[in-house]
């Protein structure tokens, strides 16, 4: 196998001595988010109309923004957000670079670029640095589609729980798993300090440290299942809105 001169590593894209099927993994994730991404910009930008139903407000479109004289999707005014904070994750960078980008496709295997490779230190990469800043905005999404759930609870003036209120309260669930286990979060609850008992105050930051690190060590889980869950409540509540499926009450009609 050819070696590159200067690092050691596979000078040709592609080319390997490993004899597994790396390339399941990139295959799989670009498989992932291509779906997705489908999927969110027909609802975005074509299929909006299908926002909400009775209780229930899809997670694409919350918080419901209206403007004066906006004759857009208002989904354009929100999805940003969380697509900015997903687009600078670290786990989603690595996932991406590997499936589109082939910079590396896998380990020990030939990346596309070869010796041009400069990490995130250029432009347009660079932007990557953005993500603690898209954590915020996320945080604040997030506390919005709680609040959404809650409010779905609460219809025509009685208590009602659907289907519908499950489905986003797992939504919520998972977003929150996925956002609270974010490596800038970890490192804004406790991870910037150098001492973790000199104080009550670092000893309580410590604390919460070890919770957020808990979901830190599954974060291309939550990653995915909360990809999955906030595309699953938003087609729920289309399907909802179309006429295509029921809602299911369980308590309340």
Not at 66 to 83: D, E, N, R, V, Y
Not at 155 to 160: I, L, M, P, Q
Not at 239 to 252: K, R
Request: hydrophobic share 45%.
């Amino acid at each position: 196998m050819n070696q590159s001169k200067t690092s050691g590593a596979p000078a040709e894209l592609g080319a390997t001595s490993r004899n597994d099927a790396w390339w399941v993994e990139p295959a799989l994730v670009a498989t992932g988010f291509t779906l997705f991404i489908i999927y969110a910009t027909w609802r975005a930008l074509v299929d909006y109309q299908f926002q909400e139903w009775g209780p229930y407000l899809s997670p694409f479109f919350s918080p419901k923004i209206t403007l004066p004289g906006w004759q857009w999707s208002p989904a354009i005014l929100i999805l940003w957000m969380p697509a900015g904070f997903r687009a600078t994750c670290y786990y989603y960078r690595k996932a991406y670079y590997r499936a589109y980008f082939m910079d590396p496709p896998a380990c020990a295997v030939g990346h596309f670029g070869g010796e041009k490779y400069c990490g995130e230190t250029t432009f347009p990469l660079v932007l990557q640095n953005l993500h603690r800043y898209f954590l915020y905005l996320a945080i604040v999404v997030v506390g919005f589609l709680w609040w959404d759930a809650f409010s779905s609870l609460f219809y025509n003036g009685s208590f009602h729980l659907g289907l519908g209120s499950l489905v986003l309260f797992g939504n919520c669930i998972f977003l929150s798993f996925y956002t609270f286990g974010c490596h800038a979060f970890r490192h804004l609850v406790g991870g910037r300090l150098d001492c973790f008992s000199c104080t009550s105050g670092a000893k309580t930051q410590f604390k919460l440290w070890n919770i957020v690190t808990k979901l830190n060590e599954h974060h291309m889980l939550w990653a995915w299942v909360s990809l999955c869950s906030v595309g699953f409540a938003d087609f729920y509540v289309r399907q909802l809105a179309a006429g295509v499926w029921t809602d299911i009450p369980f308590i309340g009609s």
